[in-house]
């Protein structure tokens, strides 16, 4: 039925089956709507948010995806201004992911500002010393150039590509596509790092207090860092997984194996100056601010294993993904970005989540969070949004551009030629 | 600067945060609009064919697009960076030069049950080209492309006195409800039409005489060579393979009735370069 609107060269599921795939996302994104609905209706008394644990899982997925999400910037920086051309296999794949990781940031934090309908007062009314505000320009800006990013690869489909308008707009676009490149990692490098600073800046939170590297906190360096490094083992992770369920080679083993060792190098430099921020914030920055270390992990669940578990998801990957030969088998490559984008998402859940929950004056006490039905509706919500779009756009877009290429290769039989003459 | 906002106080700060932001927007906004002026001036000069060649041109794997000297062994390995427009390239000069003769060793080339005659000049999109004594040309679909599409269900020529462009769409066809679209092999005004009963297709007056970027005499076999590899590529990445004729060779033929629609698509479009 819609198979003039699927690239040539490929071929894709019956239009029956693709929507079978579609039902049960859509049907959890309608509950998510009506979860989100209720939040924006009735107001944050549906979450189990309040004054003094204002941040819940819906930051913690902010964070988080937008570091995942950092796949887009990072992959277009190494492609259009490094000149990895490689990595053209899969960059197409990246622009739609960080679309999704940054739409459901900004959709998520529509319904959090609890006042939607003031939501642009911080662009009017810039708070200029707040780094929330920098988030926010930075995110807004980015997604907007996502968006712009994401437009050729659309009028890049067979049937819309026969618009002689679309065509030409698509190909003057992408003749300029290195400008967006540039412009992302500008807003990347900084709303990365601002989202970090949000926390090392909190004076009154020693978890999260971290000391200035001139004006910004080391969590501001490494919050860009992390994202650098985790973000191409997300495209791996995702990569692989879109193969895996749509049952195709969809790039060669070189491109992930590229992916791997370029996040197993920045992942190496993340902990490497990890350890020396830790060691710092352990051995000057915590006794300053009155407390012992051990004392962040006194309390359960968070206890000292959290810290561990952080540690090893980053220093594990980073082994396998240096090691060519382990680099080289799927399983090890893959099970290593896997884990390096749970260390990030655990490291993002620290800053947050345990961070708010540490009591940090002598009546304080510890507190107890856990998300309420309508937030984890709003959170289910994003994560079927994201793989709506993705599912419509693999199917309909040329998000791996060499899939057809393989296609060919993998079942190229050999020709034999005649003996031939001419006449 | 921003109405109704009394409370902001500007400070170096200030300037510089809301001077990067509006910056970044400036360059963002800048480009896209710079992106719809250049497509607005391509459309109006009526180049966007020649944008959808150069599209579709890189959209082909390497291997199909494959230097002409690569198909003749003459270069181990060579992709054309011109979209097979040799006249502005060097290195093609550079190899016609080095080459002692191109005569073509017959009246024609016979193979896997086609032929090929060499009395013309042949287009990577299969389509040929005769020079005519009265100084025009007769373009029309080679034995390769007559085989694999038989008689088309449907055609739309261009009108008498339309401008060909080179790699353009020089007409479509339509065949198991799929269309299909030619590519031109030479620029020119057309003069005179005909059809798949007829040899040609059109009667075109060229405008130029240089038609150094189509195949010639001893480029043929190998070049059909290729083409047959590429049609087995094709059809086998659909988990097709072509039946054996009568002489043994894929039955070309046998393509256009057996294989799935989404298949015999496929095909055409690599073949006809119009992935």
């Known amino acids: 039925m819609d198979k003039r609107f699927i690239p040539a060269g490929v071929s894709r599921c019956s239009t029956g089956r693709f929507l079978l795939w579609l039902a049960p996302w ?50 277009g920086f190494l492609l259009y201004i490094l000149k990895r051309k490689e990595l053209r296999a899969v960059i197409n794949s990246a622009v739609a992911m960080g679309l999704m990781c940054y739409g459901g940031a900004m959709a998520v934090l529509g319904v959090d500002v609890g006042q939607p309908l003031r939501a642009w007062f911080t662009f009017w009314y810039p708070n200029v010393h707040s780094m929330l505000t920098e988030v926010t320009f930075c995110i807004s800006c980015y997604l907007t150039v996502l968006l712009i990013e994401y437009v050729p690869i659309v009028l890049k489909n067979r049937k819309l590509r026969q618009v002689p308008s679309f065509l030409v707009f698509e190909h003057e676009l992408h003749k300029l596509v290195y400008v967006f490149a540039g412009v992302g990692t500008f807003l990347s490098f900084f709303h990365q790092g601002s989202l970090g600073g949000l926390y090392g800046v909190l004076r009154g939170r020693p978890f999260a207090f971290r000391e200035e590297l001139g004006i910004w906190p080391s969590t501001f360096f490494l919050f860009i860092l992390s994202a650098a490094a985790v973000g191409p083992s997300f495209i791996l992770l995702t990569t692989w997984l879109v193969e895996k369920i749509a049952r195709k080679r969809l790039v060669r083993p070189q491109v992930l194996q590229s992916l791997g060792r370029i996040s197993g190098l920045l992942l190496a430099a993340y902990v490497l100056l990890k350890t020396v921020d830790t060691l710092i914030w352990l051995g000057r920055t915590t006794p300053r601010s009155g407390f012992l270390p051990a004392q962040y992990y006194a309390w359960r669940p968070f206890g000292v294993w959290i810290l561990f578990a952080e540690i090893a998801l980053f220093l594990v990957p980073m082994v396998i993904l ?102 | ?137 007769t373009i029309g679909l080679d034995d390769f492309a007559r085989h694999l599409v038989g008689r088309p269900d449907a055609l739309d020529l261009p009108r008498k006195g339309e401008r060909l462009r080179l790699n353009d769409t020089a007409w479509r066809m339509r065949k198991r409800n799929i269309d299909l679209r030619v590519v031109s092999p030479i620029a020119g005004i057309v003069l005179e039409t005909d059809g798949p009963d007829g040899e040609w297709y059109l009667r075109v007056r060229p405008e130029q005489p240089d038609l150094r970027h189509l195949l010639e005499g001893f480029e043929v076999q190998p070049w059909v060579a290729r083409e047959m590899e590429r049609i087995q590529a094709a059809l086998s990445a659909w988990g097709q393979a072509p039946e054996p004729g009568n002489n043994g060779q894929p039955d070309i033929a046998a393509v256009g009735a057996d294989c799935p629609t989404a298949c015999w698509e496929a095909v055409c479009g690599a073949m006809f370069l119009r992935p």
């Open chain 1, 26 to 75: 859509a049907a959890m994104l309608l509950f998510g709507l009506y979860c989100a609905g209720l939040c924006l209706v009735k107001g944050l008394n549906q979450t189990h948010m309040n004054n003094r644990f204002a941040f819940g899982l819906w930051i913690f997925l902010d964070l988080t995806v937008i570091a995942l999400g950092a796949g887009a910037f990072f992959t």
């Open chain 2, 1 to 137: 600067m921003l109405p109704w906002n009394y409370g902001l106080h500007w400070s170096i700060g200030t300037a510089v945060f809301l001077g990067a932001f509006y910056t970044v927007l400036v360059i963002v906004v800048t480009t896209v609009i710079s992106a719809a002026v250049r497509s607005r001036r391509v459309l109006r000069d009526g180049d966007a064919d020649a944008v959808r060649w150069n599209s579709d041109f890189y959209a082909l794997p390497a291997r199909d697009r494959a230097c002409r000297h690569e198909l003749t062994g003459e270069v181990a390995q060579r992709e054309c960076p011109n979209g097979f427009d040799c006249r502005k390239c060097d290195t093609h000069r550079m190899f016609l030069d080095r080459r002692t003769a191109s005569t073509p060793g017959g009246k024609s080339y016979e193979g896997f049950g086609m032929t090929f005659p060499l009395d013309r000049l042949y287009h990577r999109g299969h389509t040929w080209v005769r020079r005519e004594r009265n100084g025009t040309v």
């Open chain 1, 322 to 423: 240096l090691l060519p030969k382990l680099r080289a088998r799927a399983g090890w490559l893959v099970s290593a970005a896997a884990m390096a984008c749970c260390g990030v998402a655990v490291n993002r859940f620290v800053l947050t989540i345990q961070t708010l929950a540490l009591p940090t004056l002598s009546f304080d006490r510890f507190l107890q969070y856990l998300p309420s039905w309508q937030e984890t509706g709003t959170f289910l919500a994003v994560l079927a949004s994201a793989v709506l779009v993705y599912s419509i756009s693999f199917r309909y877009f040329e998000l791996f551009p060499e899939e057809g290429d393989l296609r060919r290769e993998l079942l190229r039989a050999p020709v034999t030629e005649p003996a031939l003459a001419g006449k």
